[in-house]
């Protein structure tokens, strides 16, 4: 059990196209998702916690307007890179907490490039 | 707030040889610690956690870390080495009224033959 998956597990774009990332709970239900940047030989940064039915919570320093995040269900959360540019090409992992809330399920990450 | 350390960015050993993995943490609530393996290219594998249970945890693959308050550690360690141990390992720290999860640096594991 508790398994999340993200889909597309990789894509390229040209700069100012938009794209966006599904992360979803497969097996359970997910009132809480969080969104992590990962930049080559780095750790995770938490870029925001995503919160079913109401606006995500952005970390600081990270522009709301440009990472678009939506989470319409108990399990999928979405994250949109708006007017994408080379400098945000990265890896972008989600998670999902767990119900007791003690616990967070990675997914296995999407791979940006913007040309 | 909570922060993470982790001693050592790459930590190279023979296969066979003990590893060890140094974290320690700081945390103003009583914390939950984690650690967590990538493989390149792949999300977070969860090895073992801490959550106010038995001070020593035992996770998969061998691993295994003790919670040591009075030090504020939480270092993981495996008696012998496997070459597929190669990868990333990283500490994390929460707390139990967000799940947010603080990470540390990251520890490059080296397994030689």
């Known amino acids: 059990g508790a398994v999340v998956s993200q889909h597309p597990s990789w894509v390229i774009c040209k700069s100012g196209t938009s794209v966006k990332i599904e992360c979803r709970s497969l097996?359970?239900?997910?009132?809480?998702m969080f969104w992590y940047r990962q930049f080559p030989k780095q750790s995770l940064m938490l870029m925001a916690t995503?919160?079913?039915?109401?606006?995500?919570?952005?970390e600081q320093g990270v522009e709301k307007d440009k990472f678009l995040i939506n989470h319409a269900s108990l399990t999928l959360s979405t994250l949109t890179v708006t007017s994408a540019h080379p400098e945000d090409s990265s890896f972008y992992i989600c998670s999902a907490l767990s119900q007791g809330g003690n616990e967070q399920f990675f997914g296995p990450g999407t791979r940006l490039t913007v040309l | 707030a909570q922060s993470v350390t982790q001693l050592g960015s790459h930590v190279s050993v023979s296969e066979g040889a003990l590893v060890l993995l140094r974290c320690n943490y700081s945390?103003?609530?009583?914390?939950?610690l984690f650690w967590y393996v990538q493989y390149p290219n792949q999300g977070l594998q969860l090895l073992l956690k801490y959550t106010s249970a038995a001070t020593l945890v035992k996770g998969i693959n061998g691993f295994e870390a003790e919670f040591k308050k009075s030090e504020t550690s939480f270092h993981l360690t495996k008696p012998s080495a496997h070459m597929s141990d190669a990868a990333e390992y990283f500490c994390a720290v929460s707390s139990s009224n967000t799940g947010k999860l603080i990470f540390g640096q990251g520890t490059t594991l080296q397994v030689k033959p």
């Open positions: 995503s919160n079913e039915g109401s606006k995500a919570t952005y």
């Open positions: 097996d359970f239900q997910a009132t809480t």
């Open positions: 945390s103003s609530v009583p914390p939950y």
